[in-house]
């Protein structure tokens, strides 16, 4: 019998690739879609309504063998937006699973922000939301991904659009590192783990540099994909600030410069968002695929071909895989 999973955020960057992951998979899926959200990626059952909607809620989650909350506000002016959406929210989501499908496995996408809740309202919200799932019984798994890029990503856009440039600016501190994952791996991981986890479990995701990358070599990995020689330039924190104004006053400079927010440049600023084996899934479950000059070439190849990036005036190198590969569990 096909196993059912019901997917909240599916009409976002994560969530849409979360729907693709158990589609391929073999998964039946049910999604949670707003009025006025583009159609979702794959073809699957769709309950009109959102987070503040119980009644949505319960028509999701009935009958669903898993429950994956990919749904979340990344971005605001307004704090209590993100209390609102990720407490709130995740609290709605976490009481219909309670009473309609209480022996789903549930998995909720944190982000590795949460492990700092000082540093933004949005980390903060992310720990919250955290904190809520712990009081429950059931079989339930919280993810903490790490920068997440990739297709159909406004900031990955703007990245690639910036490293196009004669120079590439490098936002954080020399001495930063920074994890970073493929929507695409991420996606996976969310199923295997979603599928083979134990109860109860905590992980962060990431690709396999756990030690993360320091601004300067995304600078650099970025340019030699897009064919540039790279020339990395540190732009000095004042105008970090800046540029942080600006897109929060003006929405169209997000185009050019991404969805930068003060809030924002306090979380690039962090020196310590690397990662480490122990928490990480276990290899057994889920290993990362992609490399990062990988998953940057196939992030541009879509971008290009969805005319979203002007194509590239230099040969596509054959694109290779890391060592890793991703493992069910037996």
């Avoid at 009025?35 to 319960?58: C, D, M, Q």
């Avoid at 996976?188 to 134990?198: C, D, G, K, L, S």
């Avoid at 440049?265 to 490399?291: F, G, K, M, N, Y």
């Amino acid at each position: 019998m096909t196993r059912l999973v019901a997917i909240t955020g599916a009409s976002g960057f994560v969530g849409s690739h979360v729907a693709e992951a158990f589609v391929e998979a073999g998964w039946r899926c049910r999604l949670l879609m707003r009025l006025g959200s583009p159609p979702p990626p794959v073809t699957a059952e769709t309950v009109a309504g959102g987070l503040g909607e119980p009644g949505a809620l319960e028509h999701l989650l009935a009958g669903a063998d898993a429950i994956v909350h990919a749904a979340g506000l990344t971005a605001s002016k307004d704090p209590a937006g993100f209390e609102r959406v990720n407490v709130a929210g995740t609290a709605a989501v976490i009481h219909a699973w309670q009473k309609v499908a209480p022996k789903a496995r549930f998995t909720l996408i944190s982000s590795m922000a949460a492990r700092e809740p000082g540093i933004s309202p949005y980390a903060a919200s992310k720990r919250r939301a955290e904190e809520v799932l712990y009081e429950r019984p059931g079989h339930w798994c919280i993810l903490r991904p790490s920068a997440v890029y990739g297709p159909r990503d406004a900031a990955t856009l703007a990245l690639f659009r910036m490293a196009n440039a004669p120079f590439q600016p490098v936002v954080g501190p020399e001495d930063a590192r920074v994890c970073l994952v493929h929507a695409e791996d991420l996606a996976q991981a969310i199923r295997t783990v979603t599928e083979h986890a134990p109860a109860r479990a905590l992980w962060e995701i990431s690709d396999a540099r756990l030690v993360g990358y320091a601004w300067r070599d995304m600078a650099e990995q970025l340019a030699q994909t897009m064919g540039r020689s790279p020339r990395p330039v540190a732009l000095p924190p004042w105008l970090v600030d800046a540029l942080g104004t600006v897109a929060e006053a003006a929405p169209i400079a997000r185009r050019i410069i991404g969805p930068l927010t003060a809030d924002k440049i306090r979380e690039l600023r962090h020196t310590d968002w690397s990662s480490c084996a122990a928490a990480q899934p276990p290899a057994v479950i889920w290993t990362p695929r992609l490399s990062l000059a990988d998953g940057f070439e196939r992030t541009v190849r879509v971008l290009e071909s969805s005319r979203l990036l002007r194509r590239r005036r230099m040969p596509i190198r054959p694109q290779t895989r890391s060592s890793g590969a991703t493992r069910k569990a037996s």
